[in-house]
């Protein structure tokens, strides 16, 4: 079985400081592992995905995420927050294995803030 | 290019009826994918389509549920004898293949609230 833990409810931060939202998975296999981003009365929005290779993934709008495998942690990044940045995100996580399906699963999102 | 639509964007209903959720993928997409998000919930699986066919549908939480996608392009999700618990809003994604490297890109969403 996969699953995604978002230990944060919510995150608050000021305008300009860093952002961190964190996500921990757990696969039976090695995993596919993305962040999706959701605005009010909108659907989800794909900001970045890691695959294989450079443990640093780049994405839409300045975030980053870091695949720690040891850890089994993704967290979402980005160095200077804006007040547009506030949303829910959503980590999510498939297993390699083709076994598990093709189905997400995902966390159970953390609400940002970022505050002017 | 058009993104993934669905109709309605809100549904009400009574009870115990019968209500049908369209998925419009977007065009060239051979995966399909329906998800439930409730209220403060992250969206949860619900099935996959490959093409015409439902390659993974054990997120389905009853018999109540069933959906089709009879020319590998629309899909629609049909609930019968809906119940108060089904509320919740409903998420159709679709990607370009079935691998799993693919991103799924979502629609807006269907509200449906059952009274």
């Known amino acids: 079985a996969q699953s995604v833990a978002q230990p944060e409810d919510q995150v608050n931060v000021a305008e300009g400081n860093p952002l961190t939202v964190k996500c921990t998975y757990s696969v039976s296999g090695n995993p596919y592992l993305f962040w999706y981003v959701q605005y009010p009365n909108r659907g989800l929005q794909f900001l970045l995905k890691y695959i294989t290779g450079d443990n640093l993934v780049k994405g839409s709008y300045g975030f980053e995420a870091e695949f720690n495998k040891s850890q089994t942690s993704f967290h979402l990044k980005k160095p200077s927050a804006l007040v547009s940045d506030s949303a829910l995100y959503f980590c999510?996580?498939?297993?390699?294995?083709?076994?598990?399906?093709?189905?997400?699963?995902f966390g159970g999102g953390t609400r940002v803030l970022v505050k002017p | 290019g058009a993104g993934v639509s669905q109709t309605p964007s809100n549904k009400v209903t009574e009870k115990g009826k019968y209500v049908e959720l369209r998925c419009d993928p977007i065009?060239?997409?051979?995966?399909l994918y329906w998800y439930r998000q409730s209220l403060g919930q992250g969206p949860e699986f619900l099935i996959y389509f490959q093409g015409t066919g439902a390659a993974d549908d054990s997120g389905l939480p009853n018999d109540r549920f069933f959906a089709v996608r009879p020319e590998g392009s629309v899909s629609t999700l049909k609930i019968q004898r809906t119940e108060r618990g089904d509320s919740a809003v409903y998420l159709c994604a679709s990607s370009p293949q079935s691998g799993g490297r693919n991103e799924q890109f979502f629609g807006p969403g269907t509200r449906l609230t059952v009274l």
């Open positions: 065009s060239g997409h051979t995966a």
């Open positions: 999510a996580v498939r297993d390699i294995n083709k076994a598990a399906g093709n189905k997400l699963t």
